[in-house]
Each structure stands twice: as C-alpha cells, then as structure tokens.
C-alpha cells in the first residue's frame, strides 16, 4: 500500500512541479527532509524519487519559469563560498577511504543546489507559505503523530526519527525546535478557526515529542526557545502565571527515566559516558584542525578510525577539560556539534564561512522584521521573527549534533535569502509611486 501511495505521490509531484516551479521546490524539500522511499517495503525502494523532481523542477525553471534571474545576496556568497571550501578539504581530505568523503560531497552538493534552487524560484508570499508549510507538514507532523503515541503509551514508547537525516532522537528533536516557531507563524497568518486550533494543538504535541525523544540538548533549546518567545509576547506576566502553575504539574507526569535523564546534565562531564564521548570527539576534531588549519581532514574525519585513534593518546590533557583516557575499544565517535564538525573538517577558514553565513542570516531576519514593522507589513514580520527563532534552535541545539550539512538549515537560509533578496516586492514597495510619478499625477 505504501508503494503505491508513492507512486500515486510522484505521478502528481512531477505534474504540479512542472507546471509550477514554487511546488518542485517544495516537493524536493519534503523528500530531502523525510526520505519517503526508506518508509516503503516493495518496488518503490528502487525509484529515484528526489532525483525525479529535481531533474523536473530544474527543467521546469528552464522552460516554464518566465522571470528567470540569478541574483546572489551576502548569505548566497557565504553559502556558495562554503561549498567551494568544502571541496577543498574533500581534495586535500585526511580519510583512509577517500570515496567515502567524495560521496559525503555529493549528498552536500544536492543540499546546496536546493538552497540556490529557493533562492531562484521563491519570490511570492504564496511560494513562501507552501515552502514552510511543506517543512512543517514534513517534520513537525510526523513528531506530532509520535507525541499520541507517547501519550497513549504513559511515556513508554520512545520518539526517534524513521528515516532521512533525522533518523536519531537527538537529530529529530534539533529539527523539532527548528520548526516550532514556523507553525506558531503560519498559526499566526492562517484566517481558517479549525486550522488555525489545529496548528496551535501541534505546537503543544511538538513540545511533547521533544520530552519523547529524552534529548538532554533538544530540551534545552527548548527551554531557551520558550523563553525567547516570552520575551516577545505582549502577556508576560500571564506566561508567567501559567508557568509557575504548570511545570511543576509536567515535571511529575513525566516519564521517571526522563526526568533521571535530564537531572544528569548539571553532572553530564563527570559522570555520563556518553557526554564525556562528546568531549573526546570535541578534542579530537580540535587536534585535526590544530594540525591542518586551513582544509581540516574532509568531511567526518573524526568518524575515520586511523585518525580517531591517530589522535586518542593526545586527548586527557588537552584542553582546559580533563577527560579519561580513550579506550581501545571504544570506536570512533561523530563530533556531536556542529561547529566543531565543521571545524575538523574544513579547517579554520570552514568554520569562519560557516559562522559568517549563520551570522548575516540572523542579522538579515533581525533587519527584515523592522522593516516589516515600519512598512506595516505583519506577515512579514512574524515570518523573520519565527526564523530569527528557528535559526536560534538550530545555533543552540546544534551544539549537540552533528548536522552542520542539514537540509533544513539550508533551506531555511534559502527562505532568509529569498525575503532579503525580493524585499522590495514582498513588502510593497515596488508599488510605491515614485515622487516624479506622484507629482505627474
């Protein structure tokens, strides 16, 4: 059943992808998000499903898209400069099986295609809101449906992600805090009473899916993320009530294992073994950069075994932490944070370009949702500030997961770069007679 509903889904997507270029750019979204193909059993696992409508959305855009231009902002120049850094350190890579690296940069190539693929099509309020509901259609959907069956199950039934890049808990509960703040947008703009309850009834099963997946780092982004939107809510003290009145009441109904998981984070380097692996990790993409500053060891490098154990002896006493020493049989470890992952795999100038492009995306939200403010324009507003938050889950969060080449976070930036790049439009103001134009008339 689940091969044919596929199948019916790919003879519609190719349909509505070609005829319109804005839903190719949603449907490859949606597939690079979810991997459909992993969820089905029979024939369909064979199909070529996000090659499919990418090869149709790009000859859509070719043939159909009447406006084409290339125009590239300063997060567009960031991301196109970490791509072209990112070959690179694959050409001067440090792995004992170099094609592996080759073909983690190919899986990277196609993320960044989607992000220029958004900043060339999506230029109206419309392709915006179906880029974003496709995300949270995707992703925040499949969370809500596993929080019903925490709930059902007394906290027994354990939330982890079922195929695609979100696959672990602690993944699922990054791209989780990602788009809480989407669905509290489209909540805000959707006019429909039932959608709009139903969106708000997502918001609260997305928070229980994070206390599902038991992920230390995904409760404290949202923790941070509650508090930011309370610093933006017009009823503080009304949040604040409710707070007081309800945590303690959460804490208790919540799973016992949870709770035990979550009181070890004030004691997480002295007494969790998975947290100190964290460190070791750390220390050792650190050592890589320290001794290839400018190209790193190539993408995973603190996965390769000879380089993990290369560098295991140097660990205990590097850096102002002290850690065990490594184990000889304890395996390589991934970096489980973005930024030293980028660092031991691209290098110092990799981790500079990839904070340089988080860094203009933020500060471009920040700028877009004054301007949305000045020219009265509110949904466009609400739009930057949830990915100013949504760009805050993934900084914060990240720091406990190795998804710097998420697909998310790049089309995320690609839907920054599209409202900084058609700012005129989307806010109006192309509209605006010029003051020749209103003295003529």
């Known amino acids: 059943m689940r091969d044919l509903l596929l199948v019916g889904f790919l003879f519609v997507a190719i349909y509505f992808s070609f005829r319109r270029p804005y839903i190719g750019v949603a449907a490859w979204t949606w597939i690079a998000l979810i991997a459909p193909v992993n969820w089905a059993f029979g024939f369909s ?3 070529r499903l996000n090659l499919t409508i990418v090869l149709v959305t790009m000859l859509s855009y070719l043939f159909v898209d009447k406006r084409k231009e290339f125009r590239v902002n300063a997060i567009g120049f960031w ?6 850094w990112t070959l690179v350190s694959t050409v001067f890579n440090l792995n004992s099986v170099s094609e592996n690296v080759w073909a983690y940069w190919n899986q990277f190539v196609k993320v960044l295609l989607l992000f220029f693929f958004i900043t060339l099509i999506v230029r109206k309020k419309l392709h915006l809101e179906v880029l974003v509901w496709t995300i949270v259609l995707g992703i925040s959907a499949y969370a809500a449906m596993e929080a019903v069956k925490f709930v059902l199950s007394g906290g027994g039934h354990r939330i982890v992600g079922r195929a695609g890049i979100i696959a672990d808990r602690n993944d699922l509960a990054v791209a989780i805090n990602m788009c809480i703040p989407l669905i509290v947008y489209l909540a805000q703009v959707t006019e429909h009473k039932m959608v709009r309850l139903g969106l708000w009834g997502m918001v609260a099963l997305n928070i229980v899916s994070i206390v599902g997946t038991g992920s230390r780092g995904g409760f404290i982004g949202l923790a941070i993320l ?11 003290g009304v949040f ?9 009441v959460l804490y208790q109904s919540a799973p016992e294992d949870w709770r035990e998981r979550q009181a070890t984070i004030a004691t997480a380097a002295e007494e969790d073994s998975s947290f100190i692996g964290r460190l070791w990790a750390w220390k050792i993409s650190t050592l890589i950069a320290l001794d290839h500053p400018l190209t790193g060891g190539g993408f995973r490098a603190v996965l390769d075994p000879p380089i993990w154990n290369f560098y295991a002896p140097d660990t205990p006493n590097f850096s102002p932490v002290y850690t065990p020493p490594i184990p000889e049989a304890s395996g390589s470890k991934a970096a489980h944070n973005i930024y030293f992952q980028v660092l031991g795999d691209h290098g110092f100038p990799g981790l500079f370009i990839f904070l340089m492009f988080l860094a203009l995306a933020l500060f471009s939200n920040m700028k877009n949702a004054s301007l949305g403010k000045k020219h009265e324009v509110l949904w466009y507003r609400q739009l930057a ?15 406990n997961v190795s998804l710097a080449y998420f697909d998310l976070l790049y089309a995320v930036l690609g839907i920054v770069a599209v409202m900084t790049l058609q700012r005129q439009s989307l806010l109006g103001l192309d509209r605006v007679p010029t003051r020749e134009q209103r ?3």
């Open 45 to 47: 696992q064979s199909f």
């Open 79 to 84: 991301v196109l400069a970490f791509g072209c």
């Open 226 to 236: 509650a508090f930011a939107f309370w610093l933006k809510s017009r009823h503080k």
């Open 240 to 248: 604040v009530v409710l707070a007081f009145a309800m945590l303690p």
């Open 385 to 399: 500030n949830a990915l100013t938050l949504s760009l805050i889950g993934y900084g914060i969060t990240g720091a």
């Open 439 to 441: 003295s003529l008339g």
